[in-house]
Antibody, heavy 122, light 110 residues
Framework: EVQLVESGGGLVKPGGSLRLSCAAS????????MSWVRQAPGKGLEWVGR??????????DYAAPVKGRFTISRDDSKNTLYLQMNSLKTEDTAVYYC?????????????WGQGTMVTVSS | SYELTQPPSVSVSPGQTARITCSGD??????AYWYQQKPGQAPVLVIY???ERPSGIPERFSGSSSGTTVTLTISGVQAEDEADYYC?????????????FGGGTKLTVL
């Protein structure tokens, strides 16, 4: 079964750090580009950033609001995607989804995890 | 920054046709994708590359493109189609590649 499972969410104070993980199974993770997408409570979807497969360079791109504070990485030996979030702000409060980025259906976000909630509050 | 504009809400009766639009200046050059999201659930891809339907998505979902507007059409709407719908496309307007989502449209089945 194709699956993505996020973990690591929780409550953190402004200025703090948190690392999210996304465990992949049922597909060849090392070949996949991966993205993080977030959704603030009651709001729409917002792309956070992506990491390409190592064969495509393994490079990362980030949305402007998180650039310089968030870092996406991957461990293909563990089929796991990471999102390191530093200098967190209250506006980073959201459900964070990991998703495959491109593949079967063009450049679409195809497979999604169930999401993990991050709350930034004092 | 680049934006995709969707109507906040659309309402239709069961069996009718719902049309949800998404406007953006770059849409003539970039594909659009559509996602359905029900409360408490992750989004699900329903249309890719403007008008293609992934396997497992009912035939009543279709997509079209005309100039700077793409449209998601749901024919013969069913109660289970009540959800939020988001369009998405690539944003090549900046220095670095990016992705943009529309603000979302809440489809209400009356």
């Amino acid at each position: 079964e194709v699956q993505l499972v996020e973990s690591g969410g929780g409550l953190v104070k402004p200025g703090g750090s948190l690392r999210l993980s996304c465990a992949a199974s049922g597909f060849t993770f090392s070949n996949a580009w991966m993205s993080w997408v977030r959704q603030a409570p009651g709001k729409g979807l917002e792309w956070v950033g992506r990491i390409k497969s190592k064969t495509d360079g393994g490079t990362t791109d980030y949305a402007a609001p998180v650039k310089g504070r968030f870092t996406i990485s991957r461990d293909d030996s563990k089929n796991t995607l990471y999102l390191q979030m530093n200098s967190l702000k209250t506006e980073d409060t959201a459900v964070y989804y990991c998703t495959t980025d491109g593949g079967r259906w063009g450049d679409a976000f195809d497979i999604w995890g169930q999401g993990t909630m991050v709350t930034v509050s004092s | 920054s680049y934006e995709l504009t969707q109507p906040p809400s659309v309402s239709v009766s069961p069996g009718q046709t719902a049309r949800i639009t998404c406007s953006g200046d770059a849409l003539p050059k970039q594909y659009a994708y559509w996602y359905q999201q029900k409360p408490g659930q992750a989004p699900v891809l329903v249309i890719y590359k403007d008008s293609e339907r992934p396997s497992g998505i009912p035939e009543r979902f279709s997509g079209s493109s005309s100039g700077t507007t793409v449209t998601l059409t749901i024919s013969g709407v069913q109660a289970e189609d009540e959800a939020d719908y988001y369009c998405q496309s690539a944003d090549s307007s900046g220095t670095y590649p990016s992705v943009v989502f529309g603000g979302g449209t809440k489809l209400t089945v009356l």
